[in-house]
């Protein structure tokens, strides 16, 4: 079979008994097997766990029993999900060979639904980073070019589903690390509403950002995903009290007379300008289709980046201080427990890691918080009032999801030169809104270019009916092979 | 907002966060630090001072549990990962001072 | 919970309050080295595990005693990825708690405080920090004085570490082992204003507040199992002056006794330090029991540096009005006025020590319950506080206890057998005080056969005799006991003692 097949097509077709799990789980694995040494998509390849789960679904199936709309689909899971029995590293030096003793709930209800896990996939260290550089295992390359990044920091799942090594992966988002990625490989990635996921079971990087998500080849395939992991979890203090939306059924509703608004403020400078006319060709086959279309001042947006880089290290730094070497994964030997502790931190987090785990530390400690964590809390309000004063306008903005296409592995050495690929994500996490990054054109060089469509909390079902529209004018990227440029 | 950043101040942080840098890696993140908190100077020129906080995204408030016993780890379970342990329980090596 | 006051203008709690110190009749004055006075001012912070049935942030169970590391789940051991719910049931006794000292009830945030500890699994507190569930109650000592109660706040306890080597202290010992099935137990830390003025009414207002978080079954509150922990805050200052100096934290005081010492202790350190020009640094101090004496614990550099910030993976607790009020509405009577009650009902002052004992061991609905029987009150009082203080005494029907007293008054038991019926009651409820006398022979003794027996003890202890009818009241009164003890003695304690002495006294003036 083709592994470029989509995970709704699978689904149906493993349903309908016209093929088996085991079938298209082996045909991944195989496509892994041949790909994997030169992309590095994964952490850990489950191939033994994944066949045994594909056999049950078939032998479920054959008895005729009920199965889940993803049955027999292969998915590729981030690392920092906890998956039971199976290591849990968030590509650290710190958790390395960690092996948790509980699922994530996204994790239970990929098995619920009947989704065959195929790996762990790679990540920038604790999910910190835009290019998984940051991994301690090393980088992962970018499908569409092996020169290349493939975004961070979900870039081994982003890559996993641009090489067709599984049609879905689950990935984390606390500043645009599911959507830069899609973008730069080329593929669908959603940021859904802060709390229609649970995070139960994700390592935190920041906890009141942090959003899991599907990557998908198609939109279709991302809501599919999405339904399946949507939903209320008691778990989860912050997960909203909500059924799973219903969003595939929607999705072919059409964008007609519906109001679309293009960012001013990420339509400008330090944006590449392939990208900017790719967002207004967009926007022009929405209007196409049917929508309206107008430009739209969000001011804040443009003190997204500031606040989220004092906001998110904040969070971070308390949220690793459990990785101290007493309970759980990397201990350096010392006299005391103090010096002990020192140790394993200094020896297992990396400089990425460390850099924001001081930033943040900085931004909390006494004297400076008012300054730095107060303001930037503060800039977090106005952000969120001027997305509910655009949304009182428009349905859906429009927006680039990076500022350029991938970079070249090693080419960007500079902290702040690295975060500023994040300047049109972040202000959707800070608000607590949901966006999709659509492929949608290449760059002068070929290279794939995202466009950002973001809705208010709980919009997801108009934002995806906007993506499908996007995808069904999108010129069509090149296919086949890794690298096949 | 404030001063710029100094070595002192970042040696004072990575004590607070139980991090080991040597003098060369302090004055590395030093300018690093210095330089992100320099680009975030847009936010410090804001009057935000009638402007509430905001700390959750969806504002839920009595998110509650039931008083009921869920599952539980076995000692084993518990010490499964640990670096070391002894007697049923987490060992660590000698522990300088009470607790604050 | 700590906010540094070194010298503010106007010196304010933690909740932005001014500080105010009310005057007492009971005032701890100390005298320094140089013959100086200086006067307490003391507040005091309690920690009490909450009678829950799981932790705090998660379904692990809250239970003391059992094997390490096993009323632990992923949560408890701070597990990456695992996130905290709160539990309803501790929210419910914080806002019990409030009710019973009349504070108020409002919406409050959970924080977390940053700092590193091998028994802390994730190297952060949550904590209520500037917004706590509880504010402004107060407090009313049995002796009136009126202690306020600035705030009250849910926090989780941490693990338990144990010393190996070093005599089972931390100091020198070679490493520790840590247990966290105490990690996450519910806590409600109470913090009283500075309005505790002597080591009496220190003593007094945890003993108070202990009575009221067991009688609304918010803690055990056993001190001796930790569940309930008191730290002080001591400052002093010149006797009369109404100036507020810095104060010291005092930790590992583990018992009511511990606690007026440490105090005492405190203060006169404090004194003989300002005497001499010393300087008391705002710090804190650990009671050491065996020595007498507080020492600074010598805490990491940097330690007070919390990084407090809103817990993100929890929303704010904002009780609603109608459950407060039902909250409110089903607290029981609380100790003060059950103490007030029984004193009315018995005539004994509500400070005296059976109305204390017995509302304290929760037996004074028992005694309430036998005297509206009817049975005369000052027996009830005495059974209650000597005879069934032990298991199972509680358990006896008001109506058994009121029948006994009955029996006893009209001269059918005397009290050594109502004593030993009791026993027989309280063994098995469904007998009654009448079968069981009847089976034990406690017949009353007829006037005839103790007649007999008064006069062969008159025939065998003539001098005795003599002394008694001849003897002033005093002298008289001194040998009755001798002869009540022989009729006693002679009758196997079946005699009334009354009825003996009676006779006695007729026979002597015959």
Redesign the interface.
Known sequence: MSTAESAIDIAAAIRAGGRSAVEVTEAHLARITEHEPTIHAFNEVTAESALAAAAEIDRAIAAGEPVGPLAGVPIAVKDNLCTKGIATTCSSKMLEG??P?YDATVVQRLAAAGAITVGKTNLDEFAMGSSTETSAFGVTRNPVDHTRVPGGSSGGSAAAVAAQFAPLALGTDTGGSIRQPAAFCGVVGVKP???LVSRYGLIAYAS?LDQVGPLANTVADAALLLEAIAGHD?AD??S??QEAPRLVEHLDDGVAGLRVGIITELMGDGIDPDIIAQVRAAAEALAAAGATVEEVSVPAV??G???Y??IGPAEA?SNL?RF????????V???????????T??AG?GDEV??R???G??AL?AG?YD??Y?????????I?RDFATAYERFDVLLSPTTPTTAFEIGSIA???TM?LNDTCTTAT?????CAISVPFGTDAAGLPIGVQVLAP?LGEATMFRAAVALEAAAPALAQGEPDHR | ??AR?TGD??A??????????DAAQVEI?TG??A???E??????A?D?DD?????????????????????????A????????A??????????????? | MTTATDSPRVPTDSLGNPITVPDSDDILVVEASDGSRWELVCGLEVHAELA???KMF????NNFGD????????VT?GLPGTLP???????ELAIRFGCAVGAEVR?SVFSRKN??????PKNFQISQFDLPIVVAGELELPDGHVVGIERAHLEED?GK????GGAGR?TG????????NRAGVPLLEIVSRPHVRSAEQARQYVAELRAILVACGISDGKMEEGSMRVDANISVRPEGSDDLNSRCEI?NVNSLRSLGRAIEYEAKRQADLHATGGKVVQE?R?WDETDGRTHT?????????Y?YF?E?D???????PAWVAEIAASLPMLPAARRARLADLTGEPGTAEAVVAIVDRGQDDQAVGAIQAGAEPRRVLVHIAQNLAGEGGAELPADRLAELVAMEVSGDLTATQAKQVLAELVADPSLTAAAVAKAKGFEAMDTGALEVAIDEIIAANPTEWEQFRTGDPKVRGKLTGFFVGKVMKATKGQADGKAATALLNQKATA
Not at chain 1, 333 to 343: F, G, I, K, L
Request: proline share 9%; with cysteine.
């Open positions: 960690w092996i003793p509403t802060y709390g009141s008691a203090a912050t909203i009290p443009s003190h980046l500031s606040a880089y004092l730094s201080a101290d070497g007493v309970r759980f994964g990397l201990r030997d010392a006299p005391t427990t103090n010096e002990m502790m020192v140790a931190r200094t987090f460390k850099r785990i001081m930033l530390t900085y400690s400076y300054a730095f107060g303001k930037a809390q503060k800039v977090r309000t106005l969120c500079d902290p702040l975060y996490n800070m608000a607590g809104d909390a | 907002m404030s950043i101040d970042v004072h942080v990575a004590k607070l966060a139980l991090l080991d840098l993140f690093q630090l330089a992100i908190l680009h975030a100077k847009d936010v410090e804001l935000l402007v509430p906080p905001t700390s959750h995204p969806y504002p839920l408030v009595n998110v509650l549990r039931a008083d009921e016993v869920g599952p539980t780890l076995t000692n379970e518990a010490l499964a990962s640990a670096p070391q002894e007697d049923g329980r987490f060992r660590v090596p000698t522990i300088l001072g009470e607790a604050p | 829950t049935v799981t998660s379904g692990a169970p094997d390490p590391n096993t009323n632990v789940d992923p051991l719910v709160v539990n309803q049931r501790a929210v919406r700092y590193f500890y091998p028994d802390m941490t570490s144990t010393h190996v931390i010992a070679v490493h520790s082992l840590v247990d966290h930790k804190t650990h614990m010598r805490s990491k550099e940097d330690a007070d540096d990084r809103p993100p929890l929303v704010p607790v904002d009780p609603d």
